[in-house]
């Protein structure tokens, strides 16, 4: 059974330039969530899906982030002409909506410094 | 609104006990507990069910109160690998909804 997977763990880019980031959920998990999360803070909320619906999204989420999760399995997290303020670990989560009160597990997180 | 967590951090000792609280200004659904080590993602602890059910880990116990929207994590006998930053997640519309996690509590352990 593997866990969240996400890719790339670790993205340098030049403020300006586009990103994205992709994210594998538990395969059987029909939630899928993002987060992100500075240093000395806790994740912050950014959105999340059930199936391929995106059923909510954070404030947070200005119009230069985009998410999909196209046919309900894998999703993209993607940053338009990234800003400084961007850099942050983006987490990816998943859950099975019904088992256990919903827990939900991690993915080890993309780590994003714009210069 | 953002769970709050005491203490901020603390320090112990191989072998010490600790207590992190979680407290929301709403009603509770379900608690989830985390644990983060530096540059590394949350890992599961444990979920506390409203009506008392708990799901988790074996050497870390915790518990909800509904009433005064509080839980609470109890960490015994503390070992070194217990250090990290532990966060609270608490649902924001039943136990289906997001999560919305606190503000941290740092433990270090040391030998």
């Known amino acids: 059974d593997t866990g969240v997977s996400q890719d790339p763990r670790h993205k340098i880019t030049k403020r300006g330039q586009n990103v994205t980031f992709r994210c594998d959920p538990i395969?059987?998990?029909?939630?899928l969530y993002w987060y992100r999360q500075t240093l000395g803070q806790g994740p912050e909320f950014l959105t999340y899906?059930?199936?391929?619906?995106?059923?909510?999204k954070s404030r947070l989420l200005s119009d230069r982030f985009s998410a999909e999760r196209p046919k309900g399995s894998f999703s993209t997290l993607e940053i338009q002409r990234t800003e400084q303020g961007d850099s942050a670990m983006y987490l990816c989560a998943s859950s099975l909506l019904g088992s256990s009160g919903n827990t939900i597990y991690f993915g080890e997180g993309s780590w994003l410094t714009v210069v | 609104q953002q769970p709050v967590q005491s203490p901020q951090a603390v320090i112990l000792r191989e072998g010490e006990d600790a207590v992190i609280n979680c407290s929301s200004s709403k009603a509770l659904y379900s608690v989830h507990w985390y644990r983060q080590k530096h540059g590394e993602a949350p890992v599961f602890l444990m979920i506390?069910?409203?009506?008392?059910e708990q799901k988790g880990h074996e050497k870390i116990s915790a518990s909800f109160n509904e009433k005064k929207q509080q839980s609470s994590l109890y960490l015994t006998a503390s070992q070194l690998s217990y250090s990290g930053t532990y966060f609270c997640?608490?649902?924001?519309?039943?136990?289906?909804?997001?999560?919305?996690f606190g503000t941290g509590t740092r433990l270090q352990v040391t030998l």
């Open positions: 395969s059987e998990h029909n939630r």
């Open positions: 506390l069910l409203k009506g008392g």
């Open positions: 997640g608490t649902p924001d519309t039943g136990t289906a909804s997001k999560l919305t």
């Open positions: 899906f059930q199936n391929e619906a995106q059923l909510e």
